[in-house]
T-cell receptor, first 115, second 116 residues
Framework: AQSVTQLGSHVSVSEGALVLLRCNYS??????LFWYVQYPNQGLQLLLK??????LVKGINGFEAEFKKSETSFHLTKPSAHMSDAAEYFC?????????????FGAGTRLAVHP | DTGVSQNPRHKITKRGQNVTFRCDPI?????LYWYRQTLGQGPEFLTY????????KSRLLSDRFSAERPKGSFSTLEIQRTEQGDSAMYLC??????????????FGPGTRLLVL
């Protein structure tokens, strides 16, 4: 079975500060991991994904995430927060069953960016 | 750019009424997923289509819920005899997959349902 735990339901940072959103996963198969962002009243937009290969993955809007198998983690970072980064962020793991890939999401982390 | 579209975006209904939502996937995407997102939670898988075939349903999908994807294009999700607990955001996602394990799902804007 697969599961995702996002530590911290709310994170607040100052504009220009480092953003760190934590995600730990559990997976019985090699994990495929995703970060999605959701702006108010909108659907989910893919930020980045890890499937195989390089463990440091770069995504859109300056975000990146590092897959650490030994720590079962896939934390999302951005060196310098911008006001427009305020949104909810979801980490997800592939749940592979019967030839298809449902996504199993964490509960989300709401990021606030203040001036 | 024709991404995944969903209609309506918002729906308010009274308990006991039936509602139907529509999802139009990205053109030529053969897989379509429905998820439900309640307040303060991440999306939860409901059901999945490969072309027109519904291949998996979550235990979250009670017998009041039914989904179709005629002709493997758009999909509808119907909820009969709605209950207040059905209030949620219903998200649709689509992907193009011919058996590979690597896949990216693209989400629509969702339909927010409020049952009074």
């Amino acid at each position: 079975a697969q599961s995702v735990t996002q530590l911290g339901s709310h994170v607040s940072v100052s504009e220009g500060a480092l953003v760190l959103l934590r995600c730990n996963y559990s997976s019985s198969v090699p994990p495929y991991l995703f970060w999605y962002v959701q702006y108010p009243n909108q659907g989910l937009q893919l930020l980045l994904k890890y499937t195989t290969g390089a463990t440091l993955v770069k995504g859109i809007n300056g975000f990146e995430a590092e897959f650490k198998k030994s720590e079962t983690s896939f934390h999302l970072t951005k060196p310098s927060a911008h006001m427009s980064d305020a949104a909810e962020y979801f980490c997800a793991v592939r749940g592979f069953s019967g030839g298809y890939n449902k996504l199993i999401f964490g509960a989300g982390t709401r990021l606030a960016v203040h001036p | 750019d024709t991404g995944v579209s969903q209609n309506p975006r918002h729906k308010i209904t009274k308990r006991g009424q039936n509602v139907t939502f529509r999802c139009d996937p990205i053109s030529e995407h053969n897989r379509l997923y429905w998820y439900r997102q309640t307040l303060g939670q991440g999306p939860e898988f409901l059901t999945y289509f490969q072309n027109e075939a519904q291949l998996e349903k979550s235990r979250l999908l009670s017998d009041r819920f039914s989904a179709e994807r005629p002709k493997g294009s758009f999909s509808t999700l119907e909820i009969q005899r709605t209950e207040q607990g059905d209030s949620a955001m219903y998200l649709c996602a689509s992907s193009l997959n011919f058996g590979q394990v690597q896949e990216t799902q693209y989400f629509g804007p969702g339909t927010r349902l409020l049952v009074l």
